[in-house]
Each structure stands twice: as C-alpha cells, then as structure tokens.
C-alpha cells in the first residue's frame, strides 16, 4: 500500500486534484467529508460540539448549523481548539478505519487540509502539496458565497505555504488552468507513485 498525505490550504485545489488521483485509480479517504460525517445527527460528536459551544450551532432541525459555527470558531482561537480536540480525533479514528479496509496494494490518498498543522506529515510515504496564488484562492472562495474578509481570515488561520513545503515530497501549483494541474498530477503519477509500486 502507498499512502500519500494530500494537503494545500483552502481554495488551493485540493478536491480538483483529489479527482484527478482517483480517476487514476487512487483511493481517496477526503477528511472534509469525515469530518461532516463525524457531527451528524444523532452522533456522539455531534453531541461533544453541543456541549462545548450549546444549541446555537443547531439548525432547528437539529443538525449542525456550520455558518453560526464557524462565526464562532474563527473569531476564538480557543474555540477553535476545543473543536479541534472534539472533531480532529473521530476524524482520525474513521479515517485509519478506511484506510484498514483498503486492498494492500492500494494507493491511498488522504485529503487532509489540516495535515501540516496537525502534525501528521510524518504519516505518510508522500506529502502531495497543492498551492495557489493568495488572489486566486481569494477569487476561488468569494465564488463559493464567502466574503472576501471571511475568505482571507479562513487562510490566514490556516499554515502558510512555507510550512506546508517544509513538509512536502512534491508541490502542484494550481495558479494556472486546469490543463496544466492535471499535466503536473500525470508527472506525480508516473514519475513517484508507479515506481513506489515496484
């Protein structure tokens, strides 16, 4: 098995290079997607983030309000570290589960944004690292509905670009147009996952 570690701040393309892994027969364990598994309804972390912050973070329909959570998480560093220590574990918990459950000659691709500042860089047999310009990813998240004040204070709490390349094997730069990304994961693909295979 060859487990890559796939990290790059938010608006940096690291679901687009997700797809373009799988679509090369990679399996793709996405800590996003855990993470929202992880605070469903009628879960235990659902329930640990109710009694750390109360039932202003609900829906009325009683499931996790993610807007009314985050005004409060990225405005509180403290905050932001209690949720981390409910969230973080069951993530890492579900994720080793899919990854035990995957054939031994798999390629395992871990999309964890958090990789650098979790300290889980070690984890792996390659750190994969998706950058883009500050501009670009400003320009990508304004797209997804977020202002461009809560779009720069969501990367500025996250690690920089020179944390994230202290710990990578390989750097993708998504600054440019999807053709050219996906010529640099055909690189990655060829020229560091076929011959780990042996």
């Known amino acids: 098995m060859l487990r890559i570690g796939?990290?790059?701040?938010?608006g940096s393309g690291k679901s687009t290079v997700a797809g373009l892994l799988a679509a090369r027969g990679a399996l793709i364990v996405d800590a996003d997607?855990?993470?929202?598994?992880?605070v469903e309804p009628g879960t235990p972390g659902l329930e640990a983030v109710v009694a750390a912050f109360g039932r202003g973070v609900l829906t009325p329909?009683?499931?996790?309000?993610?807007?009314a959570l985050a005004a409060v998480v990225f405005a509180d560093p403290e905050a932001r570290r209690?949720?981390?220590?409910?969230?973080?574990?069951?993530?890492?918990?579900?994720?080793?589960?899919?990854?035990?459950?995957?054939?031994?000659?798999?390629v395992?691709?871990?999309?964890?944004?958090?990789?650098?500042?979790?300290?889980?860089?070690?984890?792996?047999?390659?750190?994969?690292?998706?950058?883009?310009?500050?501009?670009?990813r400003v320009r990508r998240l304004v797209g997804?509905?977020?202002?461009?004040?809560?779009?720069?204070?969501?990367?500025?709490?996250?690690?920089?670009?020179?944390?994230?390349?202290?710990?990578?094997?390989?750097?993708?730069?998504n600054s440019r147009t999807v053709e050219d990304l996906e010529a640099q994961v055909e690189r990655f693909w060829a020229e560091r996952v076929i011959p780990a295979l042996g």
Not at 61 to 67: C, F, S, V, Y
Not at 152 to 173: F, G, H, N, Y
């Open 6 to 10: 796939l990290t790059g701040g938010i």
């Open 33 to 38: 997607r855990i993470a929202r598994e992880v």
């Open 61 to 67: 329909e009683g499931a996790l309000d993610r807007p």
């Open 82 to 106: 209690r949720l981390d220590g409910i969230v973080h574990p069951l993530v890492r918990a579900r994720a080793a589960e899919l990854v035990a459950a995957a054939p031994p000659d798999a």
């Open 108 to 136: 395992v691709v871990q999309d964890v944004p958090l990789l650098v500042e979790t300290g889980q860089a070690g984890s792996y047999d390659l750190v994969l690292v998706v950058e883009a310009d500050l501009d670009t």
């Open 144 to 173: 997804r509905g977020l202002s461009e004040e809560d779009a720069r204070a969501r990367i500025a709490a996250q690690a920089t670009d020179e944390q994230r390349r202290a710990v990578a094997d390989v750097v993708l730069d």
